[in-house]
């Protein structure tokens, strides 16, 4: 990568070769390596305007708003970024360059729709030139950047009414005409039918004319790929066309027929023994079934039969060194166990540290550097009756399934048996237990609040999630301790394990209504009814990300809902764990699971509320309150306090020097409810 010594030799460059860069992070790189030279330098105004940079092209943005996972890097642009970014704007002539620029000043709180505009055309510009690299290199990730770039001028163009149409038409031609030689044929097409059918206001019926023709070739010539053609993607064609077609209200290909020989050649193309294997098979007799074809499902049913029944996996052997993990952790447990029983659920609630990174995850099977454990890992999750309940077939997928494997190994090697020194020796040591546990959820937690249900029956019912839950932390506390101290019998958990697992959909339910988000969905049969959604449901709502950051909201989707991790809900409720499996580590990580849950509390009126990452102090009651992200708001004892830390006081509220309240009132579902993170 070249080096640069300031930012005008960079922009220089840039302004002649942003083009020759496949991906907005890898110009965000060498805006890095300016910023660090620059800190190092000692020249702060030109550190500060690298680091802008840094971040511009760090943010990636989705259908032309910016990813969720991007919040943290967009909280922290202000008017002086603002107007650099405007600055910049004026100052270069590339598509590439202008279209991040004016989609950030768009992005930003003062929305100006000359920016809007100039992004859309800009971003139209990028996709011609990043089409043109795809046809001379088309192996490489060019085809990638055309969907950013049509994308998020399509997203900006219908949200803002400008040269909408032009867009559109860009979109169909691309489905229609992008080069079929590119590594990224089949994922553009795929990206933009599936906008397409999704937007039915924008793309009528005689628009989709067509296109389920393109998807029926496109196949075609998935299957004609040298070494082994590209099934997988020649099926996701079959499915998207399937869908213009019933868009049309029309059968124009034998879409079933065709699924299931090219399933069937998935499991010729296996090896004898691959777990992948028979998820296929089932895939082949569904479509096979849907076609009319009984004689090929009954040959094939008798042929999953014996793969279910044979299906094995080949054994790896890999020599972890624990050594310095255990020592670590006795020294952590020898530490924490010192502290008073407050700071200790404090620190198994705030410690990020126990559990692994997942942007260091992330990162790793990005780079390929995956651990030798997980080379061999089959492609598809089988359950304890042999049969195969998902299966990974895209790159996105087996992304996905290596992020899940490299998080469960990480957390068995590295990260539990620390997690296990640190509860044994709290739970040895009378720091953790039930009545401490109990007294700091009363306190500081809305697990430990009286709330208020209306009922049709009954009226006004009160009642506390803490009720349901003392009685496994009774249990779960009162065997571990004696097992500690005599050393004879493991703890038998059966039962705590399943209440605690199964109450965690209705936690979740509670602490999104207390959010202020709805958890029920209208069944589709009646849309006169509405059911409540379950847990796999609730845990990947974008609202959920309001909550929790990445690290415990994805610890808590692959402890209870990851089909490829512990999957715990699923498996507990369905009767999937024999009793051998039920491990203490369940009970140590539904803990944990907890407390991630009980760090929020319900504020009074008349407290003291900040963000972690804002400049004022407001009472909770302040309408400014609720525009603060919900993971970021703590709650400071008084107005004194918030001044010492560095808050201003807020101009709306007005808030003065309140009483801290001494009882936690009575919450009704009538309350406008204030979620803080009591510090």
């Known amino acids: 990568m070249a080096k640069f010594n300031n930012l005008q030799s960079l922009h220089d460059h840039l302004e002649r070769h942003a083009a020759d860069y496949a991906g907005a992070h890898r110009i965000s790189s060498l805006f890095e390596a300016v910023y660090k030279l620059k800190e190092a330098e000692g020249k702060r105004n030109e550190a500060d305007k690298a680091l802008w940079e840094r971040k511009f092209f760090a943010v990636q943005y989705e259908v032309s708003e910016p990813k969720n996972w991007c919040d943290h890097i967009v909280a922290d642009f202000d008017e002086n970024t603002y107007d650099y970014a405007a600055t910049r704007l004026e100052n270069t002539q ?229 050594t310095e993990v255990v020592k670590r952790g006795r020294e952590l447990a020898q530490k924490v166990a010192k502290w008073q029983p407050h700071k200790v659920i404090s620190f198994l609630i705030h410690q990020q540290e126990l559990f692994p990174r997942y942007a260091d995850i992330k990162k790793r099977v990005s780079a390929g550097n995956i651990e030798p454990i997980l080379m061999d890992m089959p492609s598809t999750t089988i359950d304890d009756r042999g049969h195969a309940s998902r299966h990974f077939s895209t790159e996105n997928e087996r992304q996905h399934r290596e992020r899940v494997r490299m998080y469960e190994q990480e957390l068995a090697y590295y990260k539990l048996p620390v997690i296990r020194q640190v509860l044994f020796q709290s739970i040895r040591n009378g720091k953790l237990s039930q009545e401490t546990l109990n007294k700091y959820l009363q306190q500081k937690s809305w697990l430990g609040k009286t709330l208020c249900v209306k009922s049709p029956t009954h009226g006004m019912r009160p009642y506390r999630w803490l009720d349901l839950l003392e009685a496994s932390f009774d249990s779960y506390f009162g065997k571990t301790l004696r097992w500690l101290r005599d050393g004879t019998n493991t703890p038998n958990l059966v039962l705590e394990i399943d209440s605690l697992t199964l109450k965690f959909e209705g936690l979740l339910r509670e602490l999104l209504g207390l959010a202020g988000v709805a958890t029920f969905r209208l069944k589709r049969q009646d849309r006169s009814l509405t059911e409540e959604r379950y847990v796999g449901d609730l845990l990947y709502k974008k609202e959920m990300r309001r909550l929790f950051g990445e690290d415990d909201l994805f610890f808590l989707q692959f402890l209870l809902s990851e089909d490829a991790g512990y999957d ?106 204030v979620l803080v993170v009591r510090t």
């Open 568 to 673: 715990l809900r699923n498996r507990v409720a369905h009767c999937l764990i024999l009793a051998e499996d039920y491990s203490i580590n369940y009970m140590h990580l539904l803990l944990l699971a907890l407390l991630k849950l009980a760090k929020y509390d319900l504020a009074q009126n008349n407290e003291i509320v900040a963000s972690r990452n804002g400049s004022m102090f407001h009472l909770a009651s302040c309408t400014l309150v609720r525009r603060i992200l919900v993971k970021n708001r703590i709650a400071l004892p008084n107005s004194r306090t918030a001044s010492k830390k560095g808050y201003a006081a807020c101009r709306v509220c007005k808030p003065e020097h309140p009483e801290p309240a001494k009882h936690p009132r009575t919450e009704t579902n009538g309350t406008q409810h």
């Open 94 to 322: 590339n598509p590439i360059l202008r279209a991040r620029y004016a989609h950030v000043l768009w992005s930003g709180p003062n929305k100006v729709i000359a920016h809007a505009r100039i992004a859309i055309y800009s971003y139209l510009e990028a996709a011609k030139v990043y089409e043109q690299k795809d046809c001379s290199k088309p192996n490489e990730r060019w085809g990638l950047e055309v969907i950013f770039a049509i994308l998020n001028a399509y997203g900006l163009a219908i949200r803002t009414k400008y040269r909408s149409q032009e867009v559109k038409v860009e979109v169909l031609r691309l489905v229609r005409h992008f080069n079929p030689k590119s590594s990224w044929s089949f994922r553009v097409r795929q990206e933009l039918i599936e906008v397409v059918l999704e937007d039915k206001r924008q793309f009528g019926r005689t628009k989709l004319a067509g296109l389920q023709n393109v998807c029926w070739r496109l196949a075609g010539i998935g299957m004609k790929i040298k070494n082994g053609g590209r099934v997988h993607d020649a099926i996701d064609m079959l499915n998207l066309g399937e869908k213009v077609d019933k868009r049309l209200g029309q059968t124009s290909h034998d879409w079933n027929l065709r699924r299931g020989k090219y399933y069937e050649i998935l499991m010729q193309m296996r090896k004898a023994g691959d777990p992948a294997v028979p998820s296929f098979c089932l895939d082949a007799i569904e479509n096979y079934r849907k076609a009319g074809k009984t004689e090929k499902v009954r040959s094939l049913e008798a042929q999953y039969a014996e793969l279910a029944a044979s299906g094995r996996f080949s054994k790896v052997t890999v020599r972890i060194d624990q």
